[in-house]
Every structure is written in C-alpha cells, then in structure tokens.
C-alpha cells in the first residue's frame, strides 16, 4: 500500500495560524510586538530567497522583522557589532544569522555572539550543549534549532509514538543531524546516526522505524533501503537542472514502501519557517514573563 504523503504545509499553517493569533493577543495584553532580525552575509541565492521567505512570514503573522543584507565582504568585526547592537535592541526578540556565512568569516565565532536568549535558530554553543545536557523533552534548552523541531512534529503529526522505536539519522550536520538526533533521543527513541563513512547504509537504514535523512545527496535513500510502513522524514533539498528540487530520498519509488513520507518541496520546509517563528513568539513571550 503506499505511503500516506505528510502535509508540511498545512502542518506548518496550522502552527501559523495559532501564531498569528497568540501575536494579536501579546500585542493587546502587553503591548508587545514579537520582533525578528534577520542578517545575511552575501549574495548566496539560496539564503536570499530563504531570508526573504522568514521576512514573508513574520509579516504574515504580525512579527516586527528587519532584514539585514551586508556585502560579501563585510570584515567580522562589522558583523560582530551588528549582532551586539541586536542583542541590545529591545524590540528585537530573535536573532538568525542566515548561513552559510562567507569563507573569510568564522561561523563558530559569529554565532558565539548572538545573545543565548535571542538565539532563536538555536546555534549558540550554550543551547547546543543544553539540547546534549537534556535527558528528556522536558529539559530541552531555551531554544531548539528549527528544522529538527519540525521533522520531530511531522513525525508526531503521523500518531506515531517516538519512545522506544528505531529512529536512524542519516546525515550529522550541526544544523539538522546532531540535533534531530538528540531530539528523539530526549522522546526516548533508540537512535543510530549514520553517514557518509558508514558501512552498509541499506541495512543500517532498513531497521529504522522512523528515518530522518539530511545528507544533501538527491535520491541517496532507495526504497530498498526502507522498512515496509517507516516513517520517512527527508530533509534535502537539492536543486537539480534549473528549477527541480529534489529530496535525498528517492520520493516516487520511497512511497510504495515507507508508511508515511515527506515530500520535497511541501515537507520539512515549511516546518523551519513555522518554529522559527514560534521560537520568536516564545522569546518576546520571556520577556514579558507570559
Ligand atoms: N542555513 C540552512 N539552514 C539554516 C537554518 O535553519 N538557519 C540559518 N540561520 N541558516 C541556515
């Protein structure tokens, strides 16, 4: 039986559509308008239209958004003191460095800069060693960065029970695979993360019950190498020829196998916008103590 395809956009929207309103009701009861600032280094095509998709949908939900564009060049003491400047703003709530940044700029040092409780994409070395720290959901840092916590409520939007099944990660990026990782471990799965290093990925991949791909090869994951009903969450997103966008899973073949699928584009996408801005809404939130 094919796989039910999972719906990234009208989960996303319905996350929105609850922003939008939690929005309206922060601006009445406190006065406060959830505020996000977005900075992009260079010209990368691909940041720019994902940076002006974020400004899009603060706009929709009535998030406050600057969007800051810097030229490639811009030396790292500029970006540094841009980013303090932020920290200090009180009408900015979230913080996000759009990356990559440019090769002459150090990532590490960059994100070390942005204040811990404006860190909405969740890449300060505090909250990463919080989301190593934390045993359970519960303890989970001030902020998590946004991608995995959309595959994790793609997955849970299917009704499938996280604790004690085989999650395998294919991918270990700081952005996407560590993360996701621990995100399922704090819900209790039994996780393997795998990668470009690792020996028979078909069978490492078959034993999964819930599989996560985010190694940025298209079509990487056969459907040989999927276990009849998993839950297949693809994160790729890789362009090919001039305007196709294809997954790392080989979606039409995947289907036929996995018990629900993602597909790109329309899966974990538009989950990164939705809890970027929930993380944005949570912060002003803190900071008027509701
Ligand atoms: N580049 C790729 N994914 C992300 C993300 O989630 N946040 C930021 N800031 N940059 C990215």
Known sequence: MAATVIDGKQVAQQIRDALKKEVAQLQQKYGITPGLAAVLVGENPASKVYVNMKAKACEETGIYSQKIHLPADTPQEKLIELIHNLNADTRIHGILVQL?????????????????????DGFHPINLGKLLSAKFWEELPLFVPCTPAG?????????TQIEGKHAVVVGRSVIVGKPVAMLLLAKQATVTIAHSRTKNLKEVCRQADILVVAAGRPKLV?????????????????RVGEKQLVGDVDFEAAKEVAGFITPVPGGVGPMTIAMLLKNTVESAKRTVGA
């Not at 459907?223 to 839950?231: E, F, L, T, Y």
């Open 100 to 120: 990559p940044l440019p090769d002459h700029l150090d990532q590490h040092k960059v994100l070390q800069e942005v204040s811990p409780n404006k860190d909405v």
């Open 151 to 159: 595959c994790i409520k793609l997955i849970e939007s299917t009704g």
């Open 222 to 238: 056969t459907a040989d190498m999927i276990k009849p009903g998993a839950v297949v969450i693809d994160v790729g997103v890789n």
